[in-house]
């Protein structure tokens, strides 16, 4: 069965550095999504992406975020200069329907634990 | 803006036992709804979902009804198993766009005993 997945599982960084977090989602999906979980609370949206450009974005998603899709098969969430509370768990996200019409689906990938020090 | 509310956690259960989690939500369209569930080191699973009113969402014994009078997407499971345990989230799919971004509630924490 088809999946999204996520690189890396775990990953630790220094205050200020920029991380980069990898997905391949599924390979017919058009529809792309990132959310993260800071432990303990809720799984919140940031942004998704379609037709190589944002379709939308939360309030957390500002300047220090991007979203690319370098080539055909994955998507990055980059955070340019790291703060303590972008510790979290990252959760990429693909749909072949976008969500809401017709009841897409989306599907997730096993998450990427990010812990700034 | 739209929101999900569920139960608090965590709840624990015998083996067999019945299950609710209750999920109400906030929302000025018309709502997808969705179960997902997270087991332990996992990601999220996509459980059950229901795109209209009085649509019944199924899967692997969990069943849930959107009730548009209620505003509410209950979970029930008649008999839970010790696979069962893991965290399960309320979700409703925004229709005001497009692009449907999901907003979850804060989870629900599951634990059956043997």
């Known amino acids: 069965e088809p999946e999204v997945t996520q690189t890396p599982s775990h990953q630790v960084t220094q205050m200020g550095q920029e991380v980069i977090l990898r997905c391949v989602p599924i390979?017919?999906?058009?529809?792309f999504y990132w959310y993260r979980q800071i432990l303990g609370q809720k799984v919140e949206f940031l942004v998704s992406?379609?037709?190589?450009?944002?379709?939308?974005k939360s309030e957390i998603f500002d300047d220090q975020f991007s979203v690319e899709r370098p080539d055909g098969s994955n998507f990055t969430l980059k955070i340019r200069s790291t703060k303590l509370e972008d510790s979290a768990m990252y959760f990429c996200?693909?749909?072949?329907?976008?969500?809401?019409?017709?009841?897409?689906?989306?599907?997730f990938g096993p998450g990427t634990r990010l812990l700034v020090l | 803006g739209d929101s999900v509310t569920q139960m608090e956690g965590p709840v624990t259960l015998s083996e067999e036992a019945f299950l609710t989690i209750n999920c109400t939500y906030t929302?000025?369209?018309?709502?997808?709804l969705f179960w997902y569930v997270q087991y332990p080191g996992e990601g999220l699973q996509l459980l059950l979902k229901a795109t209209k009113a009085d649509d019944k969402g199924s899967n692997k014994g969990f069943e849930a009804t959107y009730r548009k009078e209620t505003t509410s997407f209950h979970l029930e499971k008649g008999s839970v198993q010790v696979s069962d345990s893991a965290v399960y989230f309320c979700a409703l799919s925004d229709r005001k766009g497009a692009w449907g971004k999901l907003i979850f509630g804060q989870g629900t924490e599951l634990s059956v005993k043997p």
């Open positions: 929302a000025t369209g018309y709502p997808s």
């Open positions: 996200a693909s749909s072949d329907v976008a969500g809401g019409l017709g009841g897409g689906t989306q599907y």
């Open positions: 390979s017919n999906h058009l529809y």
């Open positions: 992406f379609y037709n190589n450009e944002i379709s939308e």
